[in-house]
């Protein structure tokens, strides 16, 4: 998979789905895959949260999700693929990150994305803050 492929991209924009599918859509494509994280009212006990604010460095976080992208592709034949995550104040119900998938099948696709996602939790030095009432909660992750 060549870099003109690929797309990263870390900003506070609002995550254009259209814009992501178009991106990875390719004529050998039999499958495209749409990955959407979005923002709830509860996390690990707490509950009524209100929103999220994510942190991160965009160069930083962008080049080691980059190196994700590329390992995915080392494993999986994808013909495309896009990641976009906010940053910012992302609300209820709002996506906070996206990954979208091209392959010529569609079990490719789903392993390719979920591993981008999977691993992206794990190792993107993205931070989020935790907005309830009575009290916030800056936690690493996404």
């Known amino acids: 998979m060549t870099g003109e492929h690929v797309r990263v991209r870390v900003r506070p924009d609002p995550i254009d789905y259209d814009e992501m599918m178009a991106f990875v859509a390719s004529p050998s494509a039999g499958a ?19 929103h999220l604010e994510y942190e991160a460095y965009a160069e930083r976080v962008e080049g080691a999700i980059t190196a994700i992208v590329e390992e995915s592709a080392g494993r999986w034949d994808v013909l495309g693929i896009a990641v976009d995550h906010r940053t ?55």
């Open 32 to 50: 495209s895959v749409l990955f959407v994280g979005t923002v709830r009212d509860h996390s690990e006990g707490k509950t009524g949260v209100t």
């Open 88 to 142: 910012g104040v992302v609300n209820l119900t709002e996506a906070s990150v996206a990954v979208a998938v091209s392959s010529a099948h569609r079990g490719q696709a789903f392993e390719a994305a979920r591993f981008v996602i999977d691993e992206l939790k794990a190792r993107a030095p993205i931070w989020k803050k935790e907005f309830w009432p009575g009290g916030t909660e800056w936690a690493r992750g996404s």
